[in-house]
């Protein structure tokens, strides 16, 4: 039987319930979830395939143990105890590269990785019968948590975060991270069947994260992962495996209407670089065009976006006109629904409407709101007899 381990995927707050649902139909089981992330347990392969096809996840993070500290001795002693030879191998090169600590005695994050990366030495130095590790193999970094004083430690599967899908060479001026744009849209019933329209698309990351749904290409398809190195801990034919199985299951004869709107003419032209590089620029067509000339002859489409919210005073001043502007053209479109992100906290009042839902998200540090406006169902189609 295959050995278990828990993995720990980090999420923006917000969009856990989307996550907890990709992980669920990858069919692995949740240990827990808390604000901002999920755990669950899975075997060899679900370390490969979770990176590989987790859309709303920042990284996986295989975890080496939890327990209570208060004392930096009681954190090195703890630490020391971790099966640490189980996973580094003697010529591994590891670190604590990220230490979060909230509402706990132990706080420092430099003491933190300090004590922690010499409790591991200790540790690998009985475990090895070595005084000296040359650290010049694949590299172990390790994350670790503090919530409450209560200590969550693992090693970082993905390498750079899993919101580099290596499709994004250019970006606008304040991109929303694509695993942020996936989560948004899965929060919605777009299916990719119906119309979608983001008017303010930047650097096209709503509709190209839109457009891998759709074609159910895998996020990680096209980028590589830190423990594809870990060849004593992980087989490379789980790696193979799990990269057929995304091939297999892509839908090349997917066909969907999305688009994109900017006002910029460099913009437009890094989101088009940005979708042929992400294999779906044929189901996507950017346009330069402001959002007063939002319009559609169909019915029942989406809009999808994530509007400027003002960062700079002189943007501020500008924000009323803008979403007014949006209201109005969106007050055009017949049975459509609207969903947007923003921090700008009087979206309503100058949209024009008042969501029938919104949710609260944080992107990075911002507090934003997901503001939903639902239109009608389209009626269902009759089958063909």
């Given at each position: ?12 707050f ?5 996550l ?9 089981e ?10 669950f ?15 709303t996840?920042?990284r996986?993070l ?5 327990f ?8 090195f ?13 003697e ?6 590269t ?8 132990l ?19 009985q ?24 200590v ?12 580099k ?7 606008a001026?304040a ?8 989560a ?11 119309i ?14 839109a ?9 990680g ?36 209407q ?20 992400a ?8 346009q330069?065009r ?8 169909k ?15 002189e943007?501020k ?7 007014k ?16 992100i ?36 389209p009626?269902?189609r009759r089958?063909?007899?």
């Open positions: 039987m295959a050995e278990l381990y828990e993995f720990l995927a980090p999420c923006h917000g969009t856990e319930s989307v907890k649902r990709e992980i669920t139909d990858l069919g692995y949740i240990a827990s979830t808390e604000d901002g992330r999920v755990s347990w899975g075997d060899e392969a679900a370390l490969c395939r979770a990176n590989l096809f987790l859309r996840t920042e996986v295989l975890v080496i143990g939890r209570h500290a208060v004392t930096f001795e009681e954190l002693e703890k630490t020391k105890a971790l099966p640490w030879e189980r996973y580094i191998p010529d591994g090169k590891f670190w604590v990220k230490a979060n600590s909230v509402k706990s005695k706080f420092s994050p430099s003491d933190i990785q300090r004590i922690m990366k010499k409790a591991m030495v200790e540790r690998l130095k475990s090895y019968k070595k005084e000296w590790f040359p650290e010049d193999g694949a590299a172990f970094p390790v994350r670790v948590s503090i919530m409450k004083d209560e969550t430690v693992g090693l970082d599967t993905s390498g750079e975060s899993l919101h899908r290596g499709y994004r060479k250019l970006a001026k991109p929303i991270t694509e695993t942020l744009a996936a948004l849209i899965m929060l919605t019933p777009w299916k990719a069947d119906r979608l329209v983001d008017p303010f698309c930047g650097s096209g990351t709503i509709p190209i994260e457009a891998m749904l759709g074609a159910n290409i895998a996020p398809l096209n980028r590589e992962f830190l423990a594809e190195d870990w060849v004593h801990l992980i087989p490379k034919k789980a790696w193979y495996d799990a990269v057929n199985e995304a091939e297999d299951l892509v839908k090349r004869d997917a066909v969907m999305i688009q994109g709107y900017d006002i910029d003419d460099d913009i437009i032209k890094a989101a088009r670089q940005n979708a042929v590089d294999g779906v620029s044929e189901y996507i067509h950017f330069k402001p959002v007063s000339e939002l319009r559609h002859a019915k029942y489409g989406f809009v999808i976006t994530n509007p400027p919210y003002g960062e700079r005073l943007e001043n500008a924000l009323p006109a803008l979403y502007e949006f209201g109005t053209a969106f007050a055009g479109l017949d049975a459509w629904s609207c969903y947007m923003t921090a700008y906290e009087e979206a309503e009042k100058y949209f024009g409407k008042k969501a029938d839902k919104n949710r609260k998200i944080y992107n990075g540090m911002i507090k934003t709101y997901f503001y939903q406006f639902m239109g009608p169902r009626p269902k089958e063909e007899s």
